[in-house]
DNA sequence: TGCCAGGAAGCCG
DNA sequence: CGGCTTCATGGC
């Protein structure tokens, strides 16, 4: 990643086809949102690098993000930090050139790429935020799941005040991992949700699962095996993490919901596909099944 | 009200 | 491994 600073800005280079619009449309795509806020094309963003708290606005101009940090100067692990939150939330390093010319050539792909073209996976950096989401979204309506993970976030996040608005930065685990059962189904969790949840978290909080871990590791297969191993992570939240946090273009959770109903409308089905149906159509999305999916889930807004 | 929801574990054969 | 049941709770 290359960077820019001056003052109290950091510029990031986003690649030609980059549509900083269409990305702002998925981020806006919950009302209960409370992990960002978006105003007037703006985003705002806390994050929280060891014990600095970090405010920044970020816009996009001239093939660049700009970050603009808000309350005050962070340190230059904390500039770092920041930027490379960015990077990562906005997939900025994958080269979407063969994804477009494997899609152009897909009659289910070609008309959504078409649409939302320069739209990138918007992940999840936090690897402890990524399985939280994935387990909170288990077999429950996107709406309730938003409204336990703002609980979440508001019982047991950091909260930081400015210029009288609430900012929120995700749980961390340790505090995840000292919790009980009780203290999680008291905001409406189910005891399993809760278990599970604690126990990523403990897992994490003894050093056993770490984002930098898979990063440097190739085997897919492994890794997704070693996330399915956990108590609560199945097939669809390994490849869930796998896609929004680990940046693998080919992870793909095959039994989501949401990809479901988007390859329904998408084909004008009368039900939803099978399992069998969904593979059939995927031989022709191999490698970028991940970019495929963020890009169907995307229909559904509008 | 009943079915469904961006699933997973546990059990059985 | 493949199929079936149970879990738990709110949305619509």
Known sequence: MKTTTDDNCLRIPTPADFNFEECLIFLNRSLQENLHRIEDGRIRKLIRDEEEMILFEITHSHRHLQLEFLNGTPSEAGQRAAGDYVWQWFDLKTDLTPFYELAEQDAILQPIVRRYYGLRILGMPDLFEAMA?????????????????????????????????????????????????????????????????????????????????????????AIEKELVALRGIGPWSANYVMMKCLAIPSAFPLADVGLHNALKVQLG??????????????????????????????SLYE
């Open 133 to 221: 989401w994935a387990i909170m979204g288990q077999q429950i309506n996107l709406t309730f799941a938003y409204t336990l993970k703002k609980r979440l976030v508001e019982n047991f996040g950091s909260p930081f005040v400015y210029e009288g608005e609430d900012y929120w930065a995700f749980p961390s685990f340790e505090t995840i991992a000292a919790l009980s059962v009780s203290d999680l189904t008291s905001l409406q969790f189910s005891g399993r949700k809760a278990e599970y949840l604690i126990g990523v978290a403990g897992e994490m909080a003894e050093g056993k699962l770490a984002r930098e871990q898979f990063m440097e590791r190739n085997d897919t297969e």
């Open 269 to 298: 089905l009368e039900q939803k596909p099978t399992f069998a149906e969904i593979e059939r159509y995927a031989e022709n999305w191999k490698g970028w099944e991940a970019y495929a999916t963020f890009y169907l889930w995307r």
